[in-house]
């Protein structure tokens, strides 16, 4: 299949694809991977929660979202990359047996400054379910090579397993939100990505060649194996659930355990360098604000700067979330 080029895009296009259908099996299946909370889990358990029924995880919305693009918009290619997502919202939940389709609209597009014969396609990705509800929108930039040019050179990169990681034991109380301070920032560990993982991950969303061929990755631009952007934001998702199960298990020994619930989305996704078999990424998270919900009496949003460093002690990844939090104890 042929990549698509940046003339294959113009401002004002919409590009629609064809629909999906998520199952529970695969609702499931990417929560007990990366996003194991119980409402992605269980129905019975979801009714118990904030929530109140068993949905899609955000995180594997946005990678279905991925591959929809990968699919349809994008032709079966393979692009240059995302630099990031400038601002992504949940705005309904995925439920089993829901039929996602994505559509593109081009906002814009420019040659880079830097580098001749690439250029970078602002777009809105939406997708919407059979019942004509868009479950998320997407504001991002990808980037393309020029029609005729060549292709950029591959970068010297050295692919090899990841060195075996420790599970931390440190454990912290989880304050409830009303009484977080700004700035607390909680260190959740390290995630290793090896080839295999990498591999099975861009097959279920993001089948681009840079992430399914070593043999192939290492004639592009990134010169190597590299995980999908999606696969590093849910790896964010599982150190941060895998170290709150360790704060949780100590604060309940101390009193109540403040519950969490879902994000309505994230804005200033980066995507600083890429992350490549063999690396382990060192995820963090910091409170930057707090508000008390008008809608939800008893909850608040938590907003945080999240972060990502590499072995090498190189930012490779950062954005800013929103999640709900319980605000005080229940009376």
């Not at 829901?98 to 400054?113: E, G, H, K, P, Y």
């Not at 997708?127 to 060549?150: K, Y």
């Not at 950029?152 to 692919?159: A, D, K, N, S, Y």
């Amino acid at each position: 299949m042929p990549n698509p080029s940046f003339e294959d895009f113009s401002v004002g296009d919409t590009l629609v694809g064809e629909p999906l259908t998520v199952t529970r099996d695969d609702i499931v299946g990417f929560a007990r991977h990366f996003d194991f909370q119980p409402f992605h889990l269980d129905e019975a358990a979801a009714e118990k929660t904030f929530v109140g029924r068993l949905i899609g995880s955000g995180w594997h919305t946005a990678s279905l979202g991925m591959r929809l693009l990968q699919q349809g918009p994008l032709r079966g290619g393979s692009s240059l990359g995302s630099p990031g997502i400038d601002e992504l919202r949940w705005l309904a939940p995925v439920l089993p047996g829901d039929a996602l389709r994505a559509t593109l609209r081009v906002n814009s597009t420019r040659d880079s400054s830097t580098k001749p014969g690439l250029g970078f396609v602002g777009a809105t990705l939406s997708l919407d379910n059979q019942r004509g509800e868009t479950v998320m929108t997407q504001r991002f930039t990808f980037m393309l090579a020029r029609a005729g040019t060549d292709p950029l050179p591959p970068r010297p990169v050295t692919i090899a397993e990841p060195e075996p990681v420790v599970e931390p034991e440190d454990a912290q109380v989880i304050p409830f939100l009303g009484e977080a301070e700004i700035g607390m920032t909680r260190e959740l560990g390290p995630y290793a990505f090896d080839a295999a993982a990498i591999v099975a991950f861009a097959r279920a969303y993001d089948p681009q060649a840079f992430h399914l061929d070593d043999a192939a990755a290492r004639r592009t631009h990134f010169g190597g194996l590299c995980a999908s952007g999606w696969h590093t934001a849910a790896a964010y998702m599982n150190r941060l659930l895998t170290t709150r199960a360790r704060d949780a298990a100590y604060t309940a020994a101390r009193g109540p355990v403040p519950a969490a619930g879902p994000s309505p989305g994230f804005k200033t996704m980066r995507w600083l360098k890429p992350v490549y078999a063999g690396d382990t990424i060192r995820f963090s998270t910091r409170l930057t604000d707090k508000r008390a919900s008008a809608s939800r009496p008893g909850w608040g949003l938590a907003f945080a700067r999240n972060t990502g460093v590499n072995q090498r002690g190189e930012p490779v990844f950062t954005f800013d979330s929103a999640v709900f939090l319980q605000w005080a104890p229940d009376a």
